[in-house]
């Protein structure tokens, strides 16, 4: 996920360092919560979607167009969402956008209501708009709130927390959303749409809260654009880690999107969908780990090598998980099986034993090896670009749209060759990463930081 991101800002802030800002760091804090526990229940909303509108195996490119609307949107939204912040300033930024995502949510009332997979489709981009705009306005602001030294801390705080929710959403989606008590497609509808409309109250809430909540002016809302005379399409270091970070936000959010479907097939045994989304709960708790592990991992050793071993690694665990013998060698994990006695309806709490191929488990394990992706491509595309740094953070932002492209992609390809087989696109994805981490990531052009005059590296 995208949530809890580095972005380049001004060091420095208007904040008073003997003041603390404890209840508007709790409350930015929160909203990457908020964003990664809405973003990763699109994974839990695939199969619902796919039982509710009978789409058939062969249809697979309409089922992700979920996740094609969703990451669109960040796409289309987060250089103008950008653009509106400057205009008016991070706190109402921060609040329009929330109400957006607010909206979008209670779309789903009407998408229910109306069985409309279109409105559904409308309802989700609306919320990546709305996402969109508020990573552009949380990011700076939440490390500008104290002093420069701590910014990252508090960065880094707004990304455990973000990859908490990833963890833990699909847990609590297969209790509420899969639970095996909702017997008709009915039920179902009346119980997607009672989560999303829920959720949108507690986000009109919390942006009530924060209307009327004192927060400081920021000097970097003060900040105007410096006029430069050359292009970031000059930095070919940049570029390429633009095309990395839409391979790994593809390759991410796909895999992401698909296991709960490709865990259900007869491939994989038939695991029923409530056990598949608590897989994938491991594979997102694996990005949390691995992105604990990774902050100190990456102080030790360089970010290129890094990135080039986690990107092989994953690049071999795809390929295993299309072989023959992962796919019938199989392996015995447990699994949180969490929900409600239907007769009694007494609420039950255990770990529930599930047979699954060895190549399920390749899959779940490339969520810890897709950690430190971001964290590391980020940076080395931003790499020495001087006062050119913020256009190319805002380029890098957009190609979170690759888990647009590269999802519906992979989604005609599954139609046409199967789930296992569609997995080839994520070893383009992962090859070319490879390939920005051994030799993409080196600038040959760099800016000056001084002048801003772009010269040979």
Same mark, same amino acid.
């Given at each position: +996920?995208? !949530?809890?991101? $580095?972005?380049?800002?001004?060091?420095?802030?208007?904040? @008073?360092? *003997?003041?603390?800002?404890?209840?508007?760091?709790?409350?930015?804090?929160?909203?990457?919560?908020?964003?990664?526990?809405?973003?990763?229940?699109?994974?839990?909303?695939?199969?619902?979607?796919?039982? &509710?509108?009978?789409?058939?195996?062969?249809?697979?490119?309409?089922?992700?167009?979920?996740?094609?609307?969703?990451? +669109?949107?960040?796409?289309?939204?987060?250089?103008?969402?950008?653009?509106?912040?400057?205009?008016? !300033?991070?706190?109402?930024? %921060?609040?329009?956008?929330?109400?957006?995502?607010?909206? !979008?949510?209670?779309?789903?009332?009407?998408?229910?209501?109306?069985?409309?997979?279109?409105?559904?489709?409308?309802?989700?981009?609306?919320?990546?708009?709305?996402?969109?705009?508020?990573?552009?306005?949380?990011?700076?602001?939440?490390?500008?709130?104290?002093?420069?030294?701590?910014?990252?801390?508090?960065?880094?705080?707004?990304?455990?927390? *973000?990859?908490? =929710? &990833?963890?833990?959403?699909?847990?609590?989606?297969?209790?509420?959303?899969?639970?095996?008590?909702?017997?008709?497609?009915?039920?179902?509808?009346?119980?997607?749409?009672?989560?999303?409309?829920?959720?949108?109250?507690?986000?009109?809430?919390?942006?009530?809260?924060?209307?009327? /909540?004192?927060?400081?002016?920021?000097?970097?809302?003060?900040?105007?654009?410096?006029?430069? &005379? !050359?292009?970031?399409?000059?930095?070919?270091?940049?570029?390429?880690?633009?095309?990395?970070?839409?391979?790994?936000?593809?390759?991410?959010?796909?895999?992401?999107?698909?296991?709960?479907?490709?865990?259900?097939?007869?491939?994989?045994?038939?695991?029923?969908?409530?056990?598949?989304?608590?897989?994938?709960?491991?594979?997102?708790?694996?990005?949390?780990?691995?992105?604990?592990?990774?902050?100190?991992?990456?102080?030790?050793?360089?970010?290129?090598?890094?990135?080039?071993?986690?990107?092989?690694?994953?690049?071999?665990?795809?390929?295993?998980?299309?072989?023959?013998?992962?796919?019938?060698?199989?392996?015995?994990?447990?699994?949180?099986? /969490?929900?409600?006695?239907?007769?009694? +309806?007494?609420?039950?709490? *255990?770990?529930?034993?599930?047979?699954?191929?060895?190549?399920?488990?390749?899959?779940?394990?490339?969520?810890?090896? *897709?950690?430190?992706?971001?964290?590391?491509?980020?940076?080395?595309?931003?790499?020495?670009?001087?006062?050119?740094? $913020?256009?190319?953070?805002?380029? /890098?932002?957009? +190609?979170?749209?690759?888990?647009?492209?590269? %999802?519906?992609?992979?989604?005609?390809?599954?139609?046409?060759?199967?789930?296992?087989?569609?997995?080839?696109?994520?070893?383009?994805?992962?090859?070319?990463?490879?390939?920005? =981490?051994?030799?993409?990531?080196?600038?040959?052009?760099?800016? @000056?930081?001084?002048?801003?005059?772009?010269?040979?590296?």
């Amino acid at each position: +996920m995208a !949530g809890g991101s $580095s972005t380049h800002i001004s060091s420095h802030s208007s904040t @008073d360092p *003997n003041v603390k800002y404890t209840a508007a760091i709790a409350l930015m804090a929160t909203l990457f919560f908020v964003i990664g526990f809405i973003t990763v229940l699109n994974d839990v909303l695939i199969p619902i979607m796919k039982s &509710t509108f009978d789409f058939k195996d062969n249809e697979n490119w309409k089922l992700l167009l979920i996740q094609f609307s969703f990451f +669109m949107a960040y796409g289309l939204l987060s250089i103008p969402g950008g653009n509106l912040i400057k205009r008016i !300033g991070y706190k109402k930024g %921060t609040i329009c956008s929330l109400l957006i995502v607010a909206f !979008g949510l209670l779309l789903f009332y009407p998408a229910s209501e109306y069985a409309s997979y279109g409105l559904f489709l409308l309802a989700l981009f609306i919320v990546g708009s709305g996402f969109a705009i508020l990573q552009v306005a949380i990011n700076p602001y939440l490390i500008s709130l104290g002093t420069a030294e701590t910014g990252a801390a508090r960065l880094n705080l707004g990304g455990a927390l *973000n990859s908490t =929710a &990833t963890a833990v959403g699909p847990i609590f989606g297969s209790f509420y959303l899969l639970n095996e008590c909702i017997m008709t497609k009915t039920e179902t509808l009346a119980t997607t749409r009672s989560l999303y409309v829920a959720i949108a109250l507690l986000i009109i809430a919390i942006t009530a809260f924060m209307w009327f /909540m004192k927060l400081p002016k920021l000097s970097i809302e003060n900040e105007k654009d410096e006029v430069l &005379t !050359g292009s970031i399409f000059e930095f070919r270091h940049l570029l390429f880690g633009a095309g990395a970070i839409f391979f790994y936000v593809g390759a991410e959010v796909v895999i992401g999107s698909l296991l709960v479907v490709y865990l259900k097939s007869d491939t994989m045994g038939n695991i029923p969908e409530k056990f598949a989304a608590s897989l994938v709960a491991y594979y997102w708790a694996g990005a949390m780990i691995g992105r604990f592990m990774g902050s100190k991992i990456t102080q030790k050793v360089a970010t290129h090598k890094a990135l080039a071993f986690v990107a092989i690694v994953a690049f071999a665990l795809i390929f295993l998980s299309m072989t023959d013998f992962m796919i019938h060698n199989k392996i015995t994990v447990p699994v949180i099986n /969490m929900g409600e006695d239907c007769t009694t +309806m007494e609420f039950y709490f *255990n770990f529930k034993p599930i047979t699954v191929p060895l190549a399920a488990v390749c899959l779940l394990l490339i969520g810890l090896f *897709n950690s430190i992706m971001w964290p590391s491509i980020f940076p080395l595309g931003i790499a020495r670009l001087g006062k050119y740094t $913020s256009r190319g953070s805002g380029l /890098m932002v957009t +190609m979170v749209a690759g888990g647009a492209l590269v %999802t519906i992609l992979q989604g005609i390809l599954a139609d046409h060759v199967g789930y296992r087989y569609s997995f080839a696109l994520c070893l383009v994805c992962y090859a070319y990463i490879i390939f920005f =981490a051994v030799k993409g990531y080196k600038p040959v052009k760099a800016a @000056d930081n001084e002048t801003g005059e772009i010269v040979e590296a």
